[in-house]
């Protein structure tokens, strides 16, 4: 085999590995498990931090539904005024339009909880 054909077939070879990238994702991907790992030790070694974070997430959780009751709130009011203002020859109409708008927000706000 000639000198450059050997060359050649190397170069192919290199070419078919992968970027040095790939091993430094690998290893932020190692670090970043390694760490999750060291703070759930702690935390489970800790009961009171446990405790407080979990009322830390129940109290986050109270708060969203709450938001989204809010909302909920919010955009039945928007729609009564707008079917209120509005006059009577589009009122069916207007009404058609909010109950079609407000269930595609709530199934959005639906989604994003779970």
Request: hydrophobic share 40%; no cysteine; glycine share 2%.
């Amino acid at each position: 085999m000639p000198r450059t054909e050997i060359d050649q077939n190397i170069k192919n070879f290199l070419r078919t590995l992968p970027s040095e990238e790939i091993y430094f994702e690998a290893i932020r991907d190692i670090m970043k498990d390694l760490i999750k790992e060291y703070v759930r030790e702690k935390i489970t070694q800790d009961k009171e931090l446990k405790a407080e974070i979990v009322q830390v997430l129940k109290d986050f959780i109270s708060a969203k539904i709450k938001e989204y009751d809010s909302l909920a709130k919010m955009a039945r009011v928007t729609a009564k005024i707008g079917v209120k203002i509005a006059p009577e020859s589009l009122k069916e109409e207007a009404i058609g339009d909010f109950m079609d708008v407000f269930q595609k927000e709530l199934e959005e706000i639906i989604k994003r909880t779970m």
